[in-house]
Structures are given as structure tokens and as C-alpha cells.
T-cell receptor, first 113, second 112 residues
């Protein structure tokens, strides 16, 4: 089991550019979560999916952020246009949906300059 | 307003001693709690959980205590080892759901 796979590991982009973060959940997990970690706010839930359907996106900071899960094995988080304050580590996590907790990916460190 | 609080941003403990990490929550609907450990450049990894029907759960050197009336939980690590040095996150959910709210984390340093 390769775990939750995120790409890229690091992304440096210029302000105004579009950024796409990718996640492959653990096979068989039916829930997927996107979190953002910053020094000031810790781990914040952005959005989560259950069976590929977005359930709660109240954590998405603004319309510049969007997430999709076209199938059970892939999800994207897109920021367009990116801003320096979006710089953070973005984690994807997946779970079996039984409330037992998640398995996190290694994260994508995003730097917007 | 943070629903899950970890008021100590950092903690230093001598190797072999007990580490106690604290977590407070405000939402009385929370009934399931997790602790995660995070090393630099890695994702958080699950450590231990406790549900509201219990007040203690133990796994090896790690014990979590839950005081529902005080809306407080704590993680005890005994004995502490240098490899325990990491950031520890407390997380809580309501209705045993999947939507966990995380605290800001406590950085534990275990000194040899």
C-alpha cells in the first residue's frame, strides 16, 4: 500500500498564476479531505468528499479555490489566481469513512512569490 | 473562534520523563478525539484515539485521558524518547463523523 500520494511535493509559483495540487487516495478509501497547514492557523479543513461528492466546502477560503474529485482515485485542488497569502503546506488525506481517522499524504509545500 | 485549542505551542521534556500534552475543546457535540504526530516534511500520522464513552485509552507508552465535563483531553507519553520529538495535533469530531477539527499543534522536544 503506497499510502496517500500527493504531487508535487514542492511548488513555487508567481502571484497570479494558476496552481493545481494533486492527490491519489488509498485504494478503497471512500472519503478524501484537503487540509491547509499554516503557522498561524494550524491544520484547517478546506473541503472533503464522500464517494467523490463534495460534502463540506465551507473551509474553502474564497472563490479562487476549487476542488474536484472526478473518480475514486484522484482529486485536485486548484488555486486561480494564486496569491502570496496562499503559501502553506497543503495536505490530502483519505479514510474509510468510519470515523477512525485519516491517513495523510506527505503534503505539497506551496510558495507563491 | 477555535473549537479545539492546544494552548502550549511547545514543550520540552527530558528523556525518560513523562510528556503531557493538553487539548481543550469548546463544542459539546464532539464525541470522538484523535491525536496525530507530525515529523517535519511528512504528513501527520495517527497516534491514538478516544471516544466519549471512555475516559482513558492506552497504547504502549501513549495514554489519552478524556474529561468530558471539563472538555479537556491530554496525551501522556511515558517514558519520553528523543524519537517522540514532533508536533502533536489534537483533533475532534461530532457524531463520530469524519469532519475532524484540528488544534494548532504542540511541538514536543525530548532532550537526551
Amino acid at each position: 500500500d503506497a499510502g496517500v500520494i500527493q504531487s508535487p511535493r514542492h511548488e513555487v509559483t508567481e502571484m497570479g498564476q494558476e496552481v493545481t495540487l494533486r492527490c491519489k487516495p488509498i485504494s478503497g478509501h471512500n472519503s478524501l479531505f484537503w487540509y491547509r497547514q499554516t503557522m498561524m492557523r494550524g491544520l484547517e479543513l478546506l473541503i472533503y468528499f464522500n464517494n467523490n461528492v463534495p460534502i463540506d466546502d465551507s473551509g474553502m477560503p474564497e472563490d479562487r479555490f476549487s476542488a474536484k474529485m472526478p473518480n475514486a482515485s484522484f482529486s485536485t485542488l486548484k488555486i486561480q489566481p494564486s496569491e502570496p497569502r496562499d503559501s502553506a503546506v497543503y495536505f490530502c488525506a483519505s479514510s474509510l469513512g468510519t470515523g477512525l481517522g485519516y491517513t495523510f499524504g506527505s503534503g505539497t509545500r506551496l510558495t507563491v512569490v | 473562534d477555535q473549537q479545539v485549542k492546544q494552548n502550549s505551542p511547545s514543550l520540552s521534556v527530558q528523556e525518560g520523563r513523562i510528556s503531557i500534552l493538553n487539548c481543550d475543546y469548546t463544542n459539546s457535540m464532539f464525541d470522538y478525539f484523535l491525536w496525530y504526530k507530525k515529523y517535519p516534511a511528512e504528513g501527520p500520522t495517527f497516534l491514538i484515539s478516544i471516544s466519549s464513552i471512555k475516559d482513558k485509552n492506552e497504547d504502549g507508552r501513549f495514554t489519552v485521558f478524556l474529561n468530558k465535563s471539563a472538555k479537556h483531553l491530554s496525551l501522556h507519553i511515558v517514558p519520553s524518547q528523543p524519537g517522540d520529538s514532533a508536533v502533536y495535533f489534537c483533533a475532534a469530531s461530532a457524531n463520530y463523523g469524519q469532519n475532524f477539527v484540528f488544534g494548532p499543534g504542540t511541538r514536543l522536544s525530548v532532550l537526551p
